[in-house]
């Protein structure tokens, strides 16, 4: 059985405001076989698209490759916007060497509630992913129901609006489709992306997914 470690440690400053969770990058990134077109960073792999919506959505130009520029590139970024990442699972094992998050078993939580108190600054977090088993909403809400939190829905609508209350400040959380193609197909079966398809042939995955994320990204700040 394969133990998938989280490679990277929380990715947060001192004046973080938002702060991107998801679960573990593909095995690749624990074992350091990385391909030429992976960046060695959080949402690093070249199959990814967090990176490429974001590149999209503030004209980013960034180079994917395995270099340090491309590392700084995203760092840099992160530092202005504000944002963090700290996936919320730390190490799980797999039967299956693979990326799905259904594959997990014994995942190992992070203590993302102590974290948050740690990060005061910290307003928002965004799920790359839904509630659906074993993704970071999913183990969210296992956390914030052991420690007796209730989480409130504000909009249920993707991408989902829900905030909750810790250390004497409400945060809010959104649920965005995840950036992978494996999501492709979830899309595919939605009536928002069924409407723009059919108003215009051209529309893609892609595009929904700027679509959705920049809801959250541009106007959040």
């Known amino acids: 059985m394969f133990y998938h470690t989280h490679p990277y440690a929380p990715y947060i400053f001192s004046d973080t405001e938002r ?13 350091g076989a990385l391909n030429d077109e992976d960046v060695d960073f959080c949402y690093g792999s070249s199959n990814g698209l967090l990176w490429k919506v974001w590149d999209k959505l503030y004209d980013l130009n960034l180079v994917y490759e395995n270099t340090h520029h491309a590392i700084a590139q995203r760092q840099a970024f992160l530092q202005r916007e504000k944002i963090g990442i700290c996936d919320i699972v730390g190490a799980a094992y797999r039967d299956k060497i693979d990326a799905s998050d259904l594959g997990m078993q014994q995942p190992e939580l992070r203590d993302l509630l102590g974290i948050l108190e740690q990060h ?3 307003r928002t977090l965004i799920f790359t992913g839904g509630n659906s088993k074993n993704g970071p909403e999913y183990f969210f809400r296992k ?49 928002a992306y069924k ?6 042939p051209k529309y893609t995955t892609m595009d929904f997914r700027v679509e959705q994320y920049g809801k959250v990204f541009l106007q959040e700040k």
Do not use: W
Not at 19 to 31: D, E, H, S
Not at 163 to 186: C, D, V
């Open 195 to 200: 409407k723009n398809k059919a108003r215009n």
């Open 19 to 31: 702060l991107i969770v998801g679960t573990l990058p593909p095995p690749r990134f624990t074992t």
């Open 143 to 191: 956390l914030l129901k052991e420690a007796k939190i209730p989480l409130e829905c504000l909009d249920d609508q993707v991408p989902r609006k829900h905030q909750f209350h810790l250390a004497g400040r409400t945060l809010t959380t959104y649920s965005l489709t995840a950036p992978s193609g494996t999501a492709n197909r979830a899309i595919g079966s939605m009536d």
């Open 120 to 122: 005061p600054k910290v």
